[in-house]
Nanobody, 121 residues
């Protein structure tokens, strides 16, 4: 099982980025796919997740209204569209697969290697 993130980079405050998570050999039709992030010196935190069962979505309060999670099951890819980016969004972003729908990293057992997002002020 592989989760491969892409799309990170350097962007100015107020800008946008779209992250992609390609998932191989993992049918997430009955799983949850989540996006998490970890800034230096901070714990990993949940950003957003999408249910493979019914495509329900959930967001952390800090990104609600600015980030949008979506999936293309035909391509086995999950996206995170990030707009109105702020310097505090700077972190390594990870996608992960798990059995429980939610934003607790402990509920996810499959992780990608991460992609760096840096937002300059």
């Amino acid at each position: 099982v592989q989760f491969v993130e892409s799309g990170g980079g350097l962007v100015q405050s107020g800008g946008s980025l779209r992250l992609s998570c390609a998932v191989s050999v993992f049918t997430y039709h009955d799983h949850s796919i989540g996006w998490f992030r970890q800034a230096p010196g901070k714990e990993r935190e949940g950003v957003s997740c999408i249910s493979g069962l019914d495509s329900a979505t959930h967001y952390a309060d800090s990104v609600k209204g600015r980030f949008t999670i979506s999936s293309d099951k035909a391509k086995n890819t999950v996206y995170l569209q990030m707009t109105s980016l702020k310097p505090e969004d700077t972190a390594v972003y990870y996608c992960a697969g798990g059995w429980i729908f939610g934003l607790d990293p402990d509920d996810y057992g499959y992780w990608g290697q991460g992609t760096q997002v840096t937002v300059s002020s």
